[in-house]
């Protein structure tokens, strides 16, 4: 990879800047340093800003293409993966003081602490563009003991979008294209600053089995194939998709900030035989491994074929899951699942066999369990804490994640699909507040 400088403009520094302040941009005449403790990091051509931690002076770099192409005869397509498109920096120095999150058995250790913990999901906190908007939500969580946030660590598309609006990844023809610009990964990198500032530990996945922000189905526009079963077992769609993997990994992979990566949301592969996702999670698990030793890595699914159940949808294998073997492979650290009744067919009570299940596969395992997605549109409280307390006393479980959180932004209010928590509200008192001080 090769790397074209350009030039900046410089400015007489009048005085140090205060934290989260202007320091530098396309014709900024203030001063270009910041108080200690934050460093000036580019943002875009016209805005750079003092972030918690240290770091260099904020010249810009541009990255040329570097491709990978996969050629063979016979009508074969050509793919070809275009890195670093745009505007970067190099990735961040987040300045943070703790320590690389564990598993302890069947409980996480946190920055030296052994316990049961609560969080929360923002998929959204990465496509924000307003660094205030990140910072405000970062200290709310802190403020109310949440300790993990899980957000999409991908956002894909087909065509590029207009000027200021984030994307990570583009698919056009047979190519992808990582966009690592102000508008692209440069957004995920403040996220994981602000997570490392306010001692927050993240989730970022890397791919949704949904359409939503892209997905397999954006992959598949690029390599080929119909279904979700054709994009786990395509050699070209598995490369595109470690290609962008290892260009998130490798911008964070010494940062405490990461509590754990993830291969996707809700990989499912329906009327499968399981071992199509149990060898694309040994495969793809290993790799990031490879990249990363020192963090955690886990898989973000629904927890479907678990042993132990009553026989209802979820505990089957149709989605192409047997979740107890997928567990013990030894490059999954922890187990995940999500409860969804309502999208299942299922009883609310039902939940808390499901939640019960899942502890004791992990508990054979000797692997933490993560009950990392759950909601209902009405009642959160009663029926969401009631799952709550479920987890918190169950052996085996090692932390929840509600889904999802919302705030209040600058721009308004962050979108509700019936099951967000807002920030201040009395269901968050009983979910959040209440919650944490039962967990101690």
């Not at 049961?116 to 969580?141: E, K, P, Q």
């Not at 119909?226 to 490798?250: G, P």
């Not at 299940?357 to 000797?366: D, G």
Request: aromatic share 12%; proline share 2%.
């Amino acid at each position: 990879m090769k790397f074209i400088p350009v030039l900046s403009l410089t400015a007489v520094a009048v005085a140090q800047q205060a934290a989260y302040g202007q320091c530098g941009g396309n014709g900024w005449s203030g001063g270009t340093t910041c108080v200690s403790g934050y460093y000036c990091r580019f943002s875009s051509d016209y805005y750079s800003q003092c972030v918690p931690g240290t770091g260099g002076h904020p010249f810009l770099q541009k990255t040329l293409v570097l491709r990978l192409t996969f050629q063979a005869s016979g009508g074969a397509t050509t793919l070809s993966t275009v890195v670093g498109v745009g505007t970067s920096t190099t990735p961040p120095t987040t300045g943070a003081t703790g320590t690389i999150s564990k598993a302890s058995g069947t409980k996480f250790t946190i920055d030296g602490v052994t316990k049961y913990f609560a969080g929360t999901n923002a998929y959204w906190i990465g496509f924000l563009t307003n660094n205030a908007d990140v910072d405000t939500v970062m200290s709310h969580l802190q403020s109310s003991g949440l300790k993990i946030l899980r957000v999409w660590g991908f956002n894909d598309v087909t065509s590029v979008p207009g000027s200021g609006t984030v994307y990570y990844q583009s698919f056009s023809g047979s190519s992808a294209t990582i966009n690592t610009g102000a508008d692209g990964l440069q957004r995920l990198d403040y996220v994981v600053q602000s997570a490392a500032a306010h001692g927050i530990k993240l989730i970022i996945n890397f791919v949704n089995n949904w359409t939503d922000y892209g997905g397999m189905a954006a992959y598949m526009k690029a390599c080929g194939g119909s279904t979700n079963k054709d994009w786990y077992q395509s050699s070209s769609c598995q490369a595109l998709y470690k290609n962008y993997i290892k260009a998130v990994v490798s911008r964070y992979s010494s940062s405490p900030a990461i509590f754990a990566w993830e291969l996707a949301n809700e990989p499912r592969c329906n009327g499968c035989d399981t071992s199509i996702l149990t060898n694309w999670i040994k495969t793809t698990s290993a790799y990031i491994k490879s990249l990363d030793s020192t963090h955690m890595v886990t898989v973000g699914d629904e927890g479907f074929g678990v042993s132990g159940g009553d026989g209802s949808y979820p505990y089957t294998s149709g989605e192409g899951w047997d979740w107890d073997t997928n567990l013990a492979i030894s490059t999954i650290d922890f187990g995940t699942f999500h409860l969804y009744p309502s999208s299942w067919g299922t009883s609310n009570d039902w939940g808390n066999g499901w939640i019960q299940a899942h502890a004791a596969a992990c508990v054979k395992a000797n692997k933490p369990c993560l009950l990392e997605e759950y909601g209902v549109s009405s009642d959160h409280c009663t029926i969401e804490g009631a799952w709550q307390k479920t987890s918190l006393s169950t052996t085996g479980m090692a932390a929840d994640l509600f889904w999802d959180e919302g705030d209040q932004l600058t721009s308004g209010k962050t979108s509700d699909d019936g099951n967000t928590i807002f920030y201040g509200t009395s269901d968050w008192t009983c979910l959040v507040t209440n919650h944490v001080s039962a967990i101690g």
